[in-house]
């Protein structure tokens, strides 16, 4: 693939143009050709469409225009901006806001919620610990910092690696998430194990971790971290 080396003009470059894709990686930033996926979409994925559609459907067909309103106005707060791939706040439309937050809530096995949130905040994890007993082997995620009274603690992972991989990409998924104010370690061997296999000796395990506010769907920055099976 082509490296790119970048000028003062354009200083960074993602996403795609056309059949090219501005990426990046440990070695530098690169350009790829586009190609089409070789494997059908997952249930994941599947299940994360559906929710997706069936969230616009509410926003133009259930939730009121007076609703919709305050959605459009809550996004056109500058409190509630995001940062892009290039670190630059950018705003968001209300139907993103509406989709994102109801979202984060479904993760957590909330009903879905049509008002703008009263509140806007959530816990920190600040860091997080994978660790690996055994065996018979028990696989466990710890935060730093418990989580409020109102956050949901969950927990995501990615296949196991065996020695000398290192790539994940885009294959976390979550395998458990707790109710509020519940505090680790959490144990999720079954849950582990039924997604991806058994854990075998010397594999790489990568877990990753966050807090969801049940009264908002506010979600916090996730943390990562990774065990070798002894």
């Not at 106005?73 to 705003?91: E, G």
């Not at 509406?98 to 994890?125: F, S």
């Amino acid at each position: 693939m082509a490296k790119i080396l970048l000028s003062a003009v354009v200083g960074d470059a993602r996403n795609k143009v056309g059949d090219a894709v501005f990426s990046t990686s440990r070695s530098g930033r690169y350009i790829r050709l586009k190609a089409a996926p070789s494997h059908p979409v997952t249930m994941f994925a599947r299940n994360i469409r559906i929710g997706m559609k069936n969230l616009s459907i509410s926003w133009g067909w259930v939730i009121s225009a007076s609703q919709r309103a305050d959605w459009i106005a809550w996004a056109a707060n500058p409190a509630h901006t995001v940062l892009d791939v290039f670190n630059n706040s950018i705003y968001l439309t209300g139907l993103n806001w509406y989709v994102w937050v109801n979202q984060n809530l479904k993760t957590i096995g909330e009903a879905r919620r049509d008002d703008v949130p009263t509140v806007w905040e959530v816990g920190d994890p600040t860091s997080c610990t994978t660790a690996v007993g055994g065996p018979p082997y028990v696989l466990t995620v710890d935060p730093l910092i418990a989580p409020g009274a109102n956050d949901h603690a969950v927990v995501q992972a990615a296949p196991p690696l065996s020695a000398g991989r290192a790539f994940i990409g885009k294959t976390w998924r979550i395998v458990k998430h707790y109710g509020a104010a519940v505090d680790g370690p959490y144990d999720i061997t079954t849950e582990y194990e039924d997604k991806f296999g058994p854990l075998q000796a010397g594999q790489t395990i990568n877990c990753s971790l966050f807090y969801i506010d049940d009264r908002c769907g506010k979600k916090s920055a996730i943390y990562s971290d990774t065990a070798v099976v002894p």
